[in-house]
T-cell receptor, first 109, second 118 residues
Framework: RKEVEQDPGPFNVPEGATVAFNCTYSNSASQSFFWYRQDCRKEPKLLMSVYSSGNEDGRFTAQLNRASQYISLLIRDSKLSDSATYLCVGQGNFNKFYFGSGTKLNVKP | DAGVIQSPRHEVTEMGQEVTLRCKPISGHDYLFWYRQTMMRGLELLIYFNNNVPIDDSGMPEDRFSAKMPNASFSTLKIQPSEPRDSAVYFC????????????????FGDGTRLSIL
């Protein structure tokens, strides 16, 4: 079992829709959490950190549930430019990062 | 501020040749990571360093791969001899120390080196 698991998708949604991704993590990857975005043939880029109290950045909301060991990302009012792969990341001991395999999002006109 | 800088951006070489990938981390970052990404296997951690010392090299596929970090501003990943199955995108990333903290410190990635072994 991987330390961080995600549904690979793809999620195909129309513009303006709200879409949510979840990922689960193991104890090894349980200190800090992040969501990254990766466009085709590009490097992963930090989208947002995930804080225990939940946090929001514009149309994006991240939440952490330590009791159930899952993290979520909610995207409201989807734009065509949101089409990408979203990577869930857990940070464990000795600063080791565990990446999920990514969830592909396609936003269609 | 400059981000993580990798070179070359693209490398095409023949099987059996030595390949050297280079990385300059963000100034002041304590950790440097090397990853490999393919469609089949996704993003794989190869090795990472803390203060120039390798911490975990369990992801290095075999003895043909080696990595060094001679100083805080430079690291290399070498493949010798290269094989077609080594074709992938190789990313370098760096971060500040984040574990043991509640706020965490994310990784920042370079643009990657697209490696093709013929």
């Amino acid at each position: 079992r991987k330390e961080v698991e995600q549904d690979p998708g793809p999620f195909n949604v129309p513009e303006g829709a709200t879409v949510a991704f979840n990922c689960t993590y193991s104890n090894s990857a349980s200190q800090s959490f992040f969501w990254y975005r990766q466009d085709c043939r590009k490097e992963p880029k930090l989208l947002m950190s995930v804080y225990s109290s939940g946090n929001e950045d514009g149309r994006f909301t991240a939440q952490l549930n330590r009791a159930s060991q899952y993290i979520s990302l909610l995207i409201r009012d989807s734009k065509l430019s949101d089409s990408a792969t979203y990577l869930c990341v857990g940070q464990g001991n000795f600063n080791k990062f565990y990446f999920g395999s990514g969830t592909k999002l396609n936003v269609k006109p | 501020d400059a981000g993580v800088i990798q070179s070359p951006r693209h490398e095409v070489t023949e099987m059996g040749q030595e390949v050297t990938l280079r990385c300059k981390p963000i100034s002041g970052h304590d950790y440097l990571f090397w990853y490999r990404q393919t469609m089949m296997r996704g993003l794989e951690l190869l090795i990472y360093f803390n203060n120039n010392v390798p911490i975990d090299d369990s992801g290095m596929p075999e003895d043909r791969f080696s990595a060094k970090m001679p100083n805080a501003s430079f690291s290399t990943l070498k493949i010798q001899p290269s094989e077609p199955r080594d074709s992938a995108v190789y990313f370098c990333a760096s971060s500040l120390v984040g574990w043991g903290r509640t706020d965490g410190q994310p990784q920042h990635f370079g643009d990657g080196t697209r490696l093709s072994i013929l």
